[in-house]
């Protein structure tokens, strides 16, 4: 359609992209990055945040979002425009990051499903926080793919719950994010 | 060294530590003790609106005829809910403001308290930063980085919120060594390395044109002045969006006029049929581009912005240089200078020619009468009879603002204030009254439509109280004209809620508003009019009755691209111009 507004995008490739945002621990910093998506009408698909430096009052953000390429440079773009961001990493782009996820999962069952869930917990390195005649919460920590495998597979021995905390990622190597 | 005072006090002595001399205003509940503080102080004038939309309007006139941030102060919850449109409007077309909001006392705050707002969660998608000040300790740097904010980097409005027990306790103040954001440092000076391949690439043009904005505008006058020696030193053609006007002298040779939706035809299709684009301090807005898969083709594009994200937001471009248009211009002249490049004479010469072409086509001619004021008539004879004369225009919104763009001819910066972005009824005539307080003997117009003026029109009573000489010129037509024009070309002519009825008769309005009314409906007395409003020395409201069913030509209607336009001798059916597809679109 011919339009005086830009056409709207056709089916253009979208690609997952895991940025760092390092930003002033200051109050409403989450609602103006999180307004900037909503209001633009980015995806997030995880986001985390907490103080990393403490003396500075600095907070690290690090959201899971997708899009085109084009959206993805904009999303970047205008983080960085917002006055209390220090700088933008794009960890995907950059290559080479660890990318961690921590997950709590409720398991509730008897008999042969406790049993499966308790191997299947073992054989996935997670850690077994609480247990009682009939659950047990373990607790996983790995990348976000291993996450979901373990969640998938805990689904047919009894999944009750699920807390999530989302992707933290850093880069490989000596180097540190760039950051104003 | 710091001094023991209160919050109220901080504020007010921060403003005049900033150098602020005027502040548009209206006092309430929330904001009493900063009242009371400017009660004992003369150095900032208080400027008292009717409305607290008015204060901000008259803020961005301030701030755009000067080049100095505007500064408001009102009051909470509604106080600061009527800011919201002017603050969008100044977030929208890049004006550094300073909001001071009043706020209900941190212990109330999310109580649903009296006259209480969520105003930072209001206005943080409507400022470019804002502030809620909890502590005392914060006030004084909060406010000095407030004024940092809103003029460095892209400008923008900023808000900071002061809760009323914070503007009573009592702290230290000294005025910031610095006034810096602890981590905000914009990009002024664009890449050396881009500017150079920049130039390389205008040396070779054969169909160049410079493309630019209001950018260039807030860079300051130094940067009109280089986009001028670059101009000349160039020999291209210069057009400009509604924002960037008076950038580039409109008397000058290698002016094309305005360019979009109601631009120029020589504007648009230089623009459409260019090999080179440099656009400076524009931002490839939708009025501008038209079909954006039509626009431009076969040119390589160039794109100077303070603004990163302006940058391949809309057009991909093929160079995008971060940077203060005022910086990069003068990079780019020195960068030009050095390189002493050889154009490509012969290329330039038909490109020159091909212009000629395009301008000889007189896209901004109308058909006169001598039975009926036509309103693209009233402005040129506005224009004629005030020229010479220091004037400042502001505008409202609508088929008015477009004429004055097209037949109002601007030879400096900072002399046109309009609402470009948002689209606002109702700006100019606060705006008017922003400007004359900056410019007391200057000869400011507020070229209005009758609707529009309605909009604000509560801040007539501002300009008696403050004799404001301002002359407010209606183009009445008794429409809302663009809405009427866009019902005659997408739904058939069905003029649905267009009409304005009921008008006031705008002559005794303006008497009892203290002011002069002129009215004027035939061409013939349409000078000795104009001239009894120049002249007359206190706030005029002229009642030009002008040709009611008149459409803005040339127009790009909706769907199409820069070379479809609809020009003025256009004789074919207005109501079937636009197709189906192009009526769902703004």
Not at chain 2, 21 to 39: H, K, N, S
């Amino acid at each position: 359609m011919s339009t005086h507004y830009p056409a709207a995008t056709g089916d253009q490739r979208t690609s997952r992209h895991t940025l760092c945002v390092l930003v002033d621990n200051e109050p409403g910093v989450l609602a103006r990055i999180s307004g900037m998506f909503s209001g633009r009408g980015y995806n997030i698909e995880s986001l985390t945040v907490s103080e990393t430096e403490h003396e500075k009052h600095l907070s690290r953000i690090t959201i899971c979002t997708a899009g085109t390429e084009a959206v993805i440079e904009q999303i970047k773009l205008q983080l960085e425009r917002l006055v209390p961001v220090h700088g933008v990493t794009d960890l995907t782009v950059n290559g080479d990051a660890i990318e961690r996820e921590l997950a709590l999962v409720k398991v509730v069952g008897q008999g042969d499903d406790r049993v499966e869930a308790l191997r299947l917990a073992g054989a996935f390195g997670a850690r077994t926080l609480d247990a009682t005649r009939t659950s047990f919460i373990f607790e996983l920590t790995g990348a976000s793919e291993d996450v979901d495998r373990f969640i998938r597979l805990m689904t047919e021995v009894g999944l009750s719950e699920v807390s999530r905390t989302g992707v933290a990622a850093i880069g490989r190597g000596a180097k540190p994010m760039d950051a104003r | 060294m710091s001094e023991t005072m209160t919050g109220a006090e901080m504020v007010i002595r921060a403003l005049q530590d900033q150098g602020v001399d005027t502040l548009f205003g209206y006092p309430g509940g929330a904001v009493l003790p900063i009242y009371d503080a400017m009660f004992h102080q003369d150095k900032v004038k208080h400027v008292l609106v009717r409305h607290e939309q008015g204060a901000v309007h008259a803020a961005e006139g301030y701030a755009r005829s000067t080049g100095k941030p505007g500064v408001v102060l009102v009051t909470s919850g509604p106080g600061a809910t009527n800011a919201v449109t002017g603050l969008t409007d100044a977030l929208m077309d890049s004006i550094p403001l300073v909001c001071i909001t009043g706020q209900v006392p941190t212990h109330l705050i999310g109580s649903d308290a009296f006259q209480e707002a969520d105003t930072v969660g209001i206005t943080r998608h409507c400022t470019k930063h804002n502030y809620l000040v909890k502590r005392i300790e914060d006030l004084p740097r909060v406010m000095h980085e407030a004024f940092y904010v809103a003029q460095n980097g892209r400008p923008g409005p900023v808000v900071i919120d002061v809760p009323k027990d914070i503007q009573f306790a009592m702290g230290d103040y000294a005025r910031p060594k610095e006034n810096q954001h602890k981590s905000y440092r914009p990009q002024t000076k664009g890449d050396i390395s881009k500017i150079r391949a920049a130039v390389e690439l205008m040396a070779k043009a054969k169909k160049p044109v410079f493309y630019t904005g209001g950018g260039v505008i807030n860079a300051g006058p130094e940067a009109s002045r280089l986009l001028r020696e670059l101009a000349r030193l160039t020999g291209f053609p210069v057009t400009s969006t509604l924002m960037g006007l008076g950038a580039f002298p409109a008397s000058d040779p290698q002016w094309l006029g305005m360019l979009g939706m109601h631009g120029s035809y020589e504007a648009n299709l230089a623009m459409h049929g260019c090999d080179v684009m440099i656009n400076l301090g524009a931002r490839f807005d939708d009025r501008i581009t038209g079909r954006i898969d039509a626009f431009s083709p076969n040119s390589r594009k160039i794109h100077v912005d303070i603004d990163a994200s302006s940058i391949n937001k809309n057009v991909k471009v093929d160079i995008g240089i971060v940077g203060d248009c005022r910086e990069v211009l003068a990079d780019m002249i020195a960068v030009w200078k050095e390189m002493k490049p050889e154009l490509n004479a012969v290329a330039l010469n038909d490109w020159k020619r091909q212009i000629d072409v395009w301008r000889a086509r007189k896209s901004f001619s109308f058909e006169n009468s001598k039975e009926v004021i036509k309103p693209q008539y009233a402005i040129e004879r506005l224009y004629e009879l005030t020229k010479g004369r220091d004037v400042y225009v502001t505008t409202e919104v609508g088929q008015h603002q477009m004429w004055a763009a097209q037949h109002f001819h601007f030879e400096e910066p900072n002399r046109w204030m309009t609402s470009g972005g948002l689209g606002t009824m109702g700006y100019g005539l606060p705006a008017a009254v922003g400007v004359q307080l900056a410019h007391p003997d200057a000869l400011v117009i507020d070229i209005a439509g009758e609707a529009s003026i309605l909009m604000n029109m509560q801040e007539m009573s501002t300009a008696a109280q403050y004799r404001l000489p301002i002359k407010i010129f209606i183009l009445n037509n008794e429409y809302m004209g663009m809405v009427r024009q866009w019902q005659e070309l997408l739904h058939g002519g069905r003029y649905s809620e267009s009409y304005s009825a009921a008008l006031p008769d705008f002559v005794k309005l303006a008497e009892a508003y203290h002011a002069k009314g002129i009215r004027c409906s035939d061409p013939a007395k349409l000078d000795d009019a104009i001239r009894e409003m120049i002249d007359y020395p206190g706030p005029v409201i002229f009642d030009c009755l002008v040709s009611k069913e008149e459409n803005c030509f040339p127009m790009i209607p909706s769907g199409k691209a820069h070379n479809e336009m609809i020009l003025p001798d256009f004789k074919g059916d207005t109501k079937t111009v636009i197709d189906a597809k192009g009526r769902e679109l703004v």
